[in-house]
């Protein structure tokens, strides 16, 4: 699992834009001389990420953004129709980046991929916020269990800021 200190592994997001085009985003793009609040979610429009935890985060963009932060991101086990209506959705369209990993690639090289088999939800990424300052975390955060927000929500990246 990556940790503290640990270089961000390359790779690259699905992003659809209003036109409907779709790009491939690396990894550098996004971090690269950023600092960036990376937050990966079970899965868009579930319950507890719709409604508790990314909205932490959009709710707290100005604070965020006063403490320095450049951007922040959302990554999903999901594609990049389910992400651009998602962040549609949550009124979060250019305030945050939702980064589609559709088969879990990016999840799995940061050894924060959730098999979620059993659920019927298929292999997925762990509930995790992270900084990360030009492409190396600074922290992380990861929940114990999939289904609460106790130490990845907006409150607990900001006191680390």
Same mark, same amino acid.
């Given at each position: 699992?990556?940790?503290?200190?640990?270089?961000?592994?390359?790779?690259?997001?699905?992003?659809?834009?209003?036109?409907?085009?779709?790009? =491939?985003?690396?990894?550098?793009?996004?971090? +690269?001389?950023?600092?960036?609040?990376?937050?990966?979610?079970?899965?868009?429009?579930?319950?507890?990420?719709?409604?508790?935890?990314?909205?932490?985060?959009?709710?707290?963009?100005? =604070?965020?953004?006063?403490? !320095?932060?450049?951007?922040?991101?959302?990554?999903?086990?999901?594609?990049?129709?389910?992400?651009?209506?998602? +962040?549609?959705?949550?009124?979060?369209?250019?305030?945050?980046?939702?980064?589609?990993?559709?088969? !879990?690639?990016?999840?799995?090289?940061? !050894?924060?991929?959730?098999?979620?088999?059993?659920?019927?939800? !298929?292999?997925?990424?762990?509930?995790?916020?992270?900084?990360?300052?030009?492409?190396?975390?600074?922290?992380?955060?990861?929940?114990?269990?999939?289904?609460?927000?106790?130490?990845?929500?907006?409150?607990?990246?900001?006191?680390?800021?």
């Amino acid at each position: 699992m990556i940790k503290v200190g640990d270089r961000l592994p390359e790779g690259s997001f699905r992003v659809k834009a209003d036109d409907g085009s779709v790009r =491939q985003v690396p990894t550098s793009e996004i971090f +690269a001389g950023k600092k960036v609040v990376l937050v990966g979610v079970l899965g868009a429009f579930t319950s507890t990420c719709h409604n508790g935890h990314v909205p932490t985060f959009l709710a707290n963009i100005d =604070q965020f953004k006063e403490r !320095g932060v450049d951007r922040i991101a959302v990554i999903s086990v999901n594609d990049h129709h389910v992400m651009k209506t998602w +962040a549609n959705s949550l009124g979060a369209e250019g305030k945050i980046d939702f980064l589609a990993d559709g088969s !879990g690639v990016y999840a799995r090289a940061l !050894g924060l991929e959730n098999d979620m088999t059993g659920a019927g939800m !298929g292999l997925r990424s762990k509930r995790f916020a992270m900084l990360v300052d030009d492409s190396v975390v600074k922290a992380i955060n990861v929940e114990p269990d999939g289904g609460k927000v106790t130490n990845t929500n907006a409150a607990s990246m900001l006191a680390l800021l």
